[in-house]
């Protein structure tokens, strides 16, 4: 996964203890580079992109699909507690995950 800078760097370790693989756009020395730049670098190294950005980022997803362009996924959510979020990005990654083809834009399922 790669975390847009709008998530908090601390789901980056939570992530990974969960046996996630994850690079935050802070570590990648990303920050500050536009969101279609975002997608692109996610997408050049096949990583799924996490934003809480969702307008922006559905919005470039559909203008990439009428471009005939495509991406490994882009995975839309508002602001939570990281260990909230980490367990419901590792719901998607059990049970959805495999049952879909990328390019996709969603939220991850809600935990009960």
Known sequence: MYLNENVPLRLTAVLVS???????TILAGNQGISD???????ASRNF?????????FK????????MGKTHSGIIVTRPAEPERLAGR????????????????????PQLE
């Open 89 to 108: 990005l590792k719901l998607f990654f059990d049970d959805i995950y495999p049952r879909i083809q990328p390019p996709f834009c969603m939220a991850p």
């Open 18 to 24: 969960l046996g996630i693989p994850a690079v935050h």
């Open 36 to 42: 279609e730049a975002q997608l692109e670098y996610a």
């Open 59 to 66: 919005q470039l997803h559909n203008l990439w699909l009428a």
């Open 48 to 56: 799924i992109l996490l934003t809480h950005n969702r307008r922006h």
